[in-house]
């Protein structure tokens, strides 16, 4: 959400991006150019306004989206290092490890089934009782 799309005044943004920087209300206030002595209790009241709310949120997570590195950053990196000759052979061979762990060329299907290729229930004679417990939360009690 862009600030033009609020109708923040200009102490309001300030207020927003420094909140979104610090997480204070009270000292995001006093550095937007609010009252010293009301900076808490204006900062409070700005956090409960749903535009100014709005805008520290999309300031914070622009701010997070630039910190955490995306998937198709990491397989970036990885294939990077995976080809960079000048870095030792078992860093090469991780980073090609995590790459492919990443990408799924790993995964190990097992098929199950029951006795003869039969496929798999509960076991025979399987009874489950649903007993109310003295706390009112239902205790589940198995016999075979």
């Known amino acids: 959400m862009m600030a033009s799309d609020l109708k923040l005044n200009r102490r309001q943004e300030l207020f927003c991006q420094a909140f979104a920087a610090g997480g204070n209300a009270a000292a995001a206030a006093r550095k937007a150019g609010y009252s010293v002595k009301a900076a808490d209790r204006i900062g409070e009241r ?5 535009e100014v709310s709005a805008r520290v ?3 914070s997570e622009e701010a997070d989206a630039k910190l955490i590195a995306t998937s198709r ?4 990196m990885w294939t990077s290092i995976m080809r960079d000759t000048r870095i030792e052979p078992k860093d090469r061979l991780k980073a090609s490890e995590l790459l492919g762990k990443a990408q799924g060329d790993f995964l190990e299907r097992v098929a199950l ?3 003869n290729g039969a496929p798999l229930g509960p076991p025979p004679n399987l009874i489950i009782n649903f007993v109310p ?7 589940i009690e198995a016999e075979s």
């Not at 700005?46 to 749903?50: D, I, T």
């Open 57 to 59: 949120r999309a300031l």
């Open 113 to 115: 089934s029951g006795q």
């Open 133 to 139: 417990a003295k706390d009112g939360k239902p205790v």
């Open 46 to 50: 700005l956090l409960r306004n749903a």
């Open 73 to 76: 950053e990491r397989q970036q």
